[in-house]
């Protein structure tokens, strides 16, 4: 797999941690970020796993970048990308090259884009929480995978509740990417179904194609 961030990085680390019992089934082959200042490359660095940078100012459009972006990604032929605190939408090339999951700081289809937990909190919600979905062109918009709820504690701010949140996303991230990786997935128009029936790691292009 490929993992995606753009800053503190702490659930690719929980991740790369994972992924050195070989019984969990991934392999993190890289780990590329949009910004250079991202914090956990550094810490992908230290753990031996390949980093790239593919900043978004250096392109003259989205368009381009999203080229870029994909030829990084491509170089190391992941079955997986896994966007994980990556904080840029990511377009055709890239999606069209490759299955992505995304994991996003609430109950999607409650609060979507790059304010979740502010949003959240300014919505007055008493929970939110975390979910995993395929990435597809929309802005948080694709098939959900799994989710887990947070309660909203009186006296929460914007950085409590997200740091509670990270707590409990780290563990679905964990099992949830061990899952897909080794029993395969089935996507059914909105529905997501782990299992080797139809589709699996292997077959990411046919599972795009499906969904
Ligand atoms: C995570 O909470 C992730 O859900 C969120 O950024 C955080 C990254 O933390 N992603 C988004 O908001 C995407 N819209 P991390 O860098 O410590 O893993």
């Known amino acids: 797999m490929v993992v995606l961030i753009s800053g503190t990085g702490s659930n690719m680390a929980a991740l790369v941690d994972a992924a050195q019992d070989p019984g969990y089934g991934v392999e993190i082959v890289a780990v590329g970020s949009d910004r250079r200042s991202a914090r956990g490359l550094e810490l992908a ?14 392109y003259s459009d989205r368009a381009e970048w999203d080229a870029a972006m994909a030829d990084r990604i491509s170089e190391y032929d992941p079955d997986l990308v ?14 069209g090259r490759h299955t992505a999951v995304n994991i996003h ?26 979910t995993i979905h395929f990435l597809d062109e929309g802005v948080d918009s694709g098939p959900i995978i ?27 991230l964990v099992d949830t990417v ?3 990786a080794r029993e395969g997935w089935t ?25």
Request: charged share 30%; glycine share 10%; proline share 6%.
């Open 45 to 58: 660095e230290r753990a031996g796993v390949p980093t790239f940078v593919v900043p978004f100012r250096d």
């Open 82 to 95: 896994v966007s994980a605190g990556f904080m840029r939408i990511l377009g055709p090339a890239v999606l």
């Open 105 to 130: 700081p609430a109950l999607l289809p409650s609060f979507p884009g790059a304010h979740a937990v502010r949003d959240a909190l300014a919505h007055g919600v008493r929970i939110t929480g975390t």
């Open 146 to 172: 799994d989710q887990v709820a947070v309660p909203v504690e009186d006296g929460d701010d914007e950085s409590s509740l997200h740091e509670r949140i990270k707590g409990v996303e780290r563990r679905m």
């Open 178 to 180: 061990g899952r897909l």
């Open 187 to 211: 996507v059914d128009g909105r529905h997501v179904r782990f299992g080797r029936t139809e589709h699996s790691v292997t077959d990411a292009t046919d599972t795009k194609e499906q969904r």
